[in-house]
């Protein structure tokens, strides 16, 4: 295993380690997030980000999420940001609350993934 593999596997066991302490049924949706992003892009590289799941593209993180008393989803200034197109107004998605994860919050996340990855 070469330094750099290690430094990767071992800031993914960092962020699932984190993962692993936060309260049902946040611990599960963010288990399952995890695997979203990495299995959307997979070139993202997890790690802790101000104590907090992250994920990099080869330089600064993207994306992150963070359990308070619910579950928040984000994008950095560092994500490929846009307004969506028809927008009435020039304002740019990057949070979301969540407090369940079903299908079409998964097939969300993984779009909002794959967007702020470029």
């Known amino acids: 295993m070469t330094d750099k593999t290690k430094k990767a596997a071992d800031a993914e066991a960092a962020v699932l ?24 892009v997979p070139e993202l590289r997890p790690r802790l980000w101000y104590g907090m799941p992250g994920y990099a593209k080869g330089g600064p993180v993207l994306l992150f999420f963070r ?23 020039q304002l740019i998605e990057s949070a ?9 919050t998964e097939e969300r996340i993984a779009a909002i993934v794959r967007k702020a990855a470029g």
Not at 96 to 104: A, N, V
């Open 17 to 40: 380690a984190k993962i692993a302490e936060w309260r049902e049924p946040y611990r599960a949706m963010g288990e399952r997030i995890h695997r979203i992003i990495l299995e959307t």
């Open 67 to 89: 359990v308070d008393d619910l579950m928040s989803f984000g994008l950095t200034e560092k994500a490929h940001l846009s307004v969506d197109e028809g927008a009435p107004d």
């Open 96 to 104: 979301w609350f969540l407090s369940d994860l079903d299908k079409p």
